[in-house]
């Protein structure tokens, strides 16, 4: 199975602020890595396909980066309404697996 | 617009089983790979199973491999997952998500617990 991880596990941040989460696959995906935005009591929702593809809806401020192993979400400059906690997932084999999350809090 | 309305979920004793349904609307069911994923209480998301279009492709995290059977009516646009010999580990919100991997839209989600 890949392991999917990410870093930090969470992160104080003040709106405006320019915001990175890393991914790490233990093997090879390729570009097959996705990214999910859950709100507390929400369902998750698809920000980011294919590493580095806005999926229709998404704010621009958005981004996604990164192939192989290694993958970047990055949020230019942060809103109130993304205090969310951020999930990467592969794509490229079964199991389909997520990252452990990481919750981006208010500082 | 896309909805995926799940149902079946509830409380259970270790050993027992429970159907889960799912219906979709606001696209062509037929034409999309399937998946549930759960999420345990204050935890993180877990990929359970996946099914092909024309149901003849399924695949199972390898925790409920013997013990789930994933399966839809695509006459009726629904999912379903058949969940036996359910354990105290199994308890979660149970989402149903379109698509087989690229999990483009989610429902709300029914909570199963095991417990006795």
């Known amino acids: 199975d890949i392991q999917m991880t990410q870093s930090p596990s969470s992160l104080s941040a003040s709106v405006g602020d320019r915001v990175t989460i890393a991914c790490r696959a233990s093997?090879?995906?390729?570009?097959?890595l996705i990214w999910h935005q859950q709100k507390p009591g929400k369902a998750p929702k698809l920000l980011i396909y294919a590493a580095c593809n806005l999926q229709s809806g998404v704010p621009s401020r958005f981004s996604g980066s990164g192939s192989g192993t290694d993958f970047t979400l990055t949020i230019s400059s942060l809103q109130p309404e993304d205090f969310a906690t951020y999930y990467c997932q592969q794509n490229n084999s079964i199991p389909r697996t997520f990252g452990q999350g990481t919750k981006v809090e208010v500082k | 617009e896309v909805q995926l309305v799940e149902a079946g979920g509830g409380l259970v004793q270790p050993g027992g089983s429970l159907r889960l349904s799912c219906v979709a609307s606001g696209f062509t069911f037929s034409t999309y790979w399937m998946s549930w994923v759960r999420q345990a209480p204050g935890r993180g998301l877990e990929w359970v199973a996946n099914i092909r279009q024309d149901g003849g492709d399924k695949y199972y995290v390898d925790s409920v491999k013997g013990r789930f059977t994933i399966s839809r009516d695509n006459t009726e646009n629904s999912l379903f997952l058949q969940m036996n010999s359910l354990r105290a580990d199994d308890t979660a919100l149970y989402y149903c998500v379109r698509g087989g991997g690229s999990f483009d839209s989610w429902g709300q989600g029914t909570l199963v617990t095991v417990s006795s």
């Open positions: 093997q090879s995906i390729s570009s097959h």
